[in-house]
């Protein structure tokens, strides 16, 4: 059974940071892109960032030169190192596993999410 | 960046009952790119459709997707208790991923 389950969650000052993490379990981590999406209260999704098999990542604007996507796959584990924190950061942070690259685009499985709140 | 925009905003609809929800993009989309999601609240969402038409694991098949370009369509044909939710389409370009900004199916 696929697992994702996130972490390192919390309330962060504005400008200040937290790694978020997410825990995979019964797939092989390594052979899966990977992305955050997140969500503000009572908003809809928004992709956040993405790293390929290959380390290669990719980043919303809205988040680019703060953020920092990386995976341990010795550990199974997703990263995301987020710096620089402002109010509008404050979020549901999901981890989410890609389908294979011969399926298609779609994110296939989610955690249950991580809470972010950042308050001056 | 294309932009998604979903339409209608909300649709109230009694269980039973067939339900369209439309997504239009800004910019022609590859259909393999295109994909749907459903979203309860206080859960995570959930893969529906991928590649525009194709149904994700253990998705009923009430569900349909179609469209091609800019225009894409998700069909549920009867509306049961556990369709009531938001769903979202989602599309993939330029290795970036963007949502349209839902749709809240209500019961009626």
């Known amino acids: 059974e696929v697992q994702l389950l996130e972490s390192g969650g919390g309330l962060e000052q504005t400008g200040g940071s937290l790694r978020l993490s997410c825990a995979a379990s019964g797939f092989t981590f390594s052979s899966y892109a990977m992305s955050w999406v997140r969500q503000a209260p009572g908003k809809g999704l928004e992709w956040v960032s993405a790293i390929n098999t290959g380390d290669n990542t990719y980043y919303a604007d809205s988040v680019k030169g703060r953020f920092t996507i990386s995976r341990d796959n010795s550990k199974n584990t997703l990263y995301l190192q987020m710096n620089s924190l402002r109010a509008e950061d404050t979020a549901i942070y999901y981890c989410?596993?890609?389908?294979?690259?011969?399926?298609?685009?779609?994110?296939?499985?989610w955690g249950q999410g991580t809470q972010v709140t950042v308050s001056s | 960046e294309i932009v998604l925009t979903q339409s209608p905003g909300t649709l109230s609809l009694s269980p039973g009952e067939r339900a369209t929800l439309y997504c239009r993009a800004s910019?022609?989309?590859?259909?393999?790119?295109l994909a749907w999601y459903q979203q309860k609240p206080g859960q995570a969402p959930r893969l529906l459709i991928y590649?525009?038409?194709s149904r994700a694991t253990g998705i009923p098949d009430r569900f349909s997707g179609s469209g091609s370009g800019t225009d894409f369509t998700l069909a549920i044909s009867r509306l049961e208790p556990e369709d009531f939710a938001v769903y979202y389409c989602q599309q993939y370009g330029g290795s970036s991923w963007t949502f349209g900004q839902g749709t809240k199916v209500e019961i009626k």
């Open positions: 910019q022609s989309v590859s259909s393999s790119s």
């Open positions: 590649g525009a038409s």
């Open positions: 989410a596993k890609r389908l294979a690259y011969s399926t298609g685009n779609g994110f296939d499985y």
